[in-house]
């Protein structure tokens, strides 16, 4: 019995995870991400698929970033019918982020077809509507952890906590052969790190025969987190005593609530001066929520706090904006102020209108706390081009631009390294994806000087598994 891969997405990049599994006749696919860059590259990328989405068995979702869930209603849009198989916070956080995701989708075709009707281009579509979304929800399923499950009479799976974001899970899958031990594949990606607010340390697998792993950090090491929060500190007291705002840029999940969590640390520890705090996401408010719903799945340390009724979210100190007529005061408020807004990488959603408002001001500081991939707007302006666009205008760049990759729920090179080498024993091969190249090959250096046997797929490579 033949068992293959197909690496269908998120190799050789950061966006859009899709892995196709084959046995026989049965099919399973790991992730169905959002392919994030470019306009017209976007629509393309995550309009065609590299598998009949009708001849698929199932499908399982290791976490609830868009960039590993996001075009799932195209998928079940395109004839897709089977289960999605996800742990329970990843099924709460699907619900809202799907939706969000269609919706933001929505807004930005309106206002990016009244520019092209302005200027007499073609009008657009969404990639899928909210209706979509809605569609793809009713095929979740949401699982424990550590419980097998059967994909296909063949294909079985368990989840570990991959300790990334809130509900993210190492699927583990075993294939049944007909006249051998099963065939075992650990799917990290994404990977978590250790020892980080909120989350419990990611769990180790044996008995792998393959590990299929990320390289976002494959060959960084990120600061220590205390720096981090030095490094914070010091941006917010230097741009509030010039009068400037702080926009952040921010993955509503996760992101947002380490932010909060470290500027409440801040503030009690009388390192920052007291100034407004605006998380502006509706999603975000709504994720806070599901934290708190699922706190069980939280670390000790934070349940302990929790337990003592500590208000690690700041639900009590911090503007949690949710109306869209709230969120363009911001722009007429000219006091300094902290805006925490929504999407991380800067390609859609409210984030745009901030930055659209004040990045032409020097007295402004954007502060980048998480990834920012290839093609961009958000890796434009950590790489301070001069001049970006933003909703198809051209704006200069003058503000102050401050990273901190401390804050990052991604493994650096030394805690994948470390993983791989606590995975081995039966290790047959390691699987580098989700990185971009060099990220991926100074992965692979590494794990080679340690003994082992990297390999970094191309899109759409197919690999046989023994």
Same mark, same amino acid.
């Given at each position: 019995m033949s068992v293959n891969i197909t690496f269908c997405g998120g190799t050789r990049t950061v966006t859009g995870s899709m892995h196709l599994i084959e046995s026989d006749r049965e099919r399973v696919v790991i992730d169905c991400g959002l392919f994030q860059g470019h306009r017209e590259e976007f629509y393309q990328v995550n309009s065609n698929f590299c598998f009949n989405p009708f001849q698929v068995d199932a499908l399982v979702l290791s976490h609830s970033h868009i960039d590993h869930c996001g075009n799932l209603p195209n998928l079940?849009?395109?004839?897709?019918?089977?289960?999605?198989?996800?742990t329970r916070?990843?099924?709460?956080?699907?619900?809202l982020m799907l939706l969000d995701s269609a919706k933001i989708q929505e807004e930005d075709i309106k206002f990016v077809n009244k520019i092209n009707l302005r200027r007499g281009l073609p009008l657009r579509k969404p990639l899928y509507t909210v209706e979509d979304a809605r569609k793809s929800l009713k095929s979740i399923r949401g699982l424990d952890y550590y419980k097998q499950f059967k994909l296909t009479p063949k294909i079985s799976c368990a989840f570990y906590d991959a300790g990334h974001i809130l509900g993210s899970a190492v699927p583990f899958f075993e294939i049944k052969k007909d006249s051998a031990e099963a065939l075992k594949i650990a799917y990290a990606v994404d990977l978590g790190r250790c020892n980080i607010p909120l989350l419990r340390d990611p769990d180790i697998l044996k008995d792998v025969d393959y590990l299929i792993i990320e390289s976002t950090y494959g060959g960084r090491l990120h600061s220590p987190i205390e720096d981090a929060k030095n490094k914070f500190a010091e941006v917010i007291n230097r741009t509030a005593s010039r009068g400037g705002k702080v926009i952040i840029p921010s993955f509503a999940l996760e992101r947002v609530q380490e932010?909060?969590?470290?500027?409440?640390?801040?503030?009690?520890?009388?390192?920052?001066?007291?100034i407004p705090i605006y998380v502006d996401s509706p999603l975000a408010c709504n994720i806070t929520d599901?934290?708190?719903?699922?706190?069980?799945?939280?670390?000790a340390q934070a349940q302990a706090l929790l337990a003592k009724n500590a208000d690690i979210f700041g639900i009590k100190s911090i503007h949690y904006v949710r109306t869209s007529e709230e969120s363009k005061q911001l722009n007429f408020n000219k006091e300094p102020m902290i805006i925490i807004s929504t999407s991380g990488m800067c390609e859609s959603g409210r984030i745009l209108h901030h930055l659209r408002n004040n990045i032409?001001?020097? /007295? +402004? !500081?954007?502060?980048?706390?998480?990834?920012?991939? /290839? +093609? !961009?707007?958000?890796?434009?302006?950590?790489?301070?081009?001069k001049r970006v666009k933003i909703f198809g205008e051209s704006f200069e760049l003058r503000c102050?631009?401050?990273?901190?990759?401390?804050?990052?729920?991604?493994?650096?090179?030394?805690?994948?390294?470390d993983y791989a080498l606590k995975t081995q024993g039966r290790l047959k091969k390691i699987f580098i994806v989700h990185g971009d190249m060099d990220q991926s090959e100074a992965l692979s250096l590494e794990l080679k000087a340690k003994g082992l046997r990297p390999?970094?797929?191309k899109k759409f490579e197919t690999v046989a598994l023994e």
């Open positions: 079940v849009k395109s004839g897709f019918s089977g289960k999605i198989f996800v916070p990843t099924k709460e956080l699907c619900q932010v909060v969590y470290y500027l409440g640390r801040l503030l009690k520890e009388k390192k920052i001066r007291p599901v934290f708190l719903n699922n706190s069980e799945v939280f670390d032409k001001d020097e /007295r +402004n !500081t954007i502060v980048v706390v998480g990834y920012m991939a /290839r +093609n !961009t707007l958000g890796k434009r302006i950590v790489e301070r081009h102050e631009v401050e990273v901190i990759n401390a804050f990052s729920a991604h493994a650096d090179k030394n805690e994948l390294v390999y970094i797929p």
